[in-house]
């Protein structure tokens, strides 16, 4: 049996504009000492899928286990064998990032000395020395960020589950928790982690669930689902939006699938089998005809390419309506503005359309 189960969970929450549908039935198993990523756009109920796996929100129906317990009946015995980093930091303001690592210990009933020298381990860890003696408060996002993944490591738990844990991290930092992630998985523990990157759960995930929606809408290793996208795409982005459809004969002679251009037509995609060779052969097409460039380039397929080859819509709603269509050079994810984008995110999604 999988370390964690989910089955049918469906959760709806009532709000003034009529109830929501947070999840609509949704089935996952996560084999013990390995990593499964849940990806989804904003709204497809990531959070709420570890809230309830986490017991801070009761199902409406479906059954849930962790390590063979209900989460339902018996939350007590669940928290005992967890550890959970939300995708808001919880955090003590008054207290030092080190104060916060020593609390939480304490809270778990380990004694004095052993939450300090547990405290400090993870100061280490996360890279926070310099911050552990100041308070919180005076914290950046990001550090903020650190210190409640440390927490939910202070009692080394079997099962991590981690909300968006890279969001609002620097380049740095984030690689730094993969390494961190990738450690504690070969120590032995599961961890469930969200995403919006697809990047990401190929780095980290051994499986990764793709949710729209509340439900699973697709399940694999990274390349499996790849597979079911394509590979690389070749993007290429005029300075005069009049060569679209000239771009657009030149690209499918070498893609594979549509075309996908953005609502403005300067940029332009398509799949494509052999990477650098079609490249090669669009740019020297493009060349011929006198097509001037501003940016041109190859990409791996990310969350938005999955979402459109799956379901046919963009990744977000409102990105769909803003650009009449899935174009492949948009470049926010965050269409419902639940939270503002950081500066990791800008730059991550800046590097993934030049790749
Ligand atoms: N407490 C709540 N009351 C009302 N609606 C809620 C509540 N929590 C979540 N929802 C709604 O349930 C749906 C799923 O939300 P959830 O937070 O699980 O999504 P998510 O995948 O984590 O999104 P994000 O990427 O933005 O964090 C959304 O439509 C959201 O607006
Ligand atoms: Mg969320």
Redesign the pocket.
């Known amino acids: 049996m999988a370390i964690i189960e989910a089955s049918g969970l469906t959760k709806t929450?009532?709000?003034k504009s009529g109830p929501?549908h947070?999840l609509a039935g949704l089935d996952l198993s996560v084999p013990e000492g390995t990593v499964t990523a849940l990806l989804?756009?904003?709204?497809?109920?990531?959070?709420?899928?570890v809230k309830v796996l986490t017991t801070l929100v009761t199902p409406d129906s479906g059954t849930a286990t962790i390590d063979g317990v209900d989460v339902v009946a018996d939350p007590q015995a669940t928290r005992r064998s967890i550890g959970v980093s939300g995708?808001y930091a919880a955090v003590d303001e008054n207290l030092t990032g080190f104060e916060n690592l020593e609390m939480i210990g304490r809270l778990y009933h380990l004694g004095r000395r052993t939450a300090r020298q547990r405290a400090r381990e993870l100061i280490e860890v996360f890279d926070l020395a310099e911050a552990g003696d100041r308070p919180v408060k005076g914290f950046s996002g990001g550090m903020r960020r650190r210190i409640d993944l440390a927490g939910a490591l202070v009692m080394n738990p079997r099962v991590l589950f981690l909300?968006?844990p890279t969001t609002g991290l620097d380049p740095r930092s984030r690689l730094a928790l993969w390494g961190i992630i990738e450690g504690l998985v070969s120590d032995g523990a599961t961890v469930l982690l969200?995403t919006?990157y697809l990047e990401e759960a190929d780095q980290l995930a051994d499986d990764i669930a793709v949710i729209d929606d509340?439900t699973v809408i697709a399940e694999g290793t990274a390349d499996e689902l790849k597979a079911q996208v394509g590979g690389h795409r070749v993007v290429v982005t005029l300075v005069d939006p009049a060569d679209a459809d000239a771009v657009h004969t030149v690209l499918q002679r070498y893609g594979v699938g549509a075309v996908e251009t953005s609502g403005d037509r300067r940029t332009s995609g398509i799949a494509v089998e052999a990477g650098p060779a079609a490249l090669q052969r669009v740019l020297a097409d493009l060349g011929a005809a006198g097509i001037e460039l501003h940016d041109a380039g190859m990409r791996r397929p990310t969350l938005d390419d999955v979402f459109l080859r799956l379901t046919g819509h963009a990744a977000t709603a409102d990105e769909a309506a803003a650009t009449g269509g899935a174009g492949p050079g948009r470049s926010s994810r965050r269409g419902?503005g639940?939270?503002g984008a950081t500066s990791a995110d800008t730059a991550d999604q800046a590097s993934e359309r030049v790749r």
């Open positions: 929450y009532r709000s929501v947070a989804g756009p904003n709204g497809a109920g990531k959070t709420t899928t995708q909300d968006e969200t919006q509340g419902r639940d939270h």
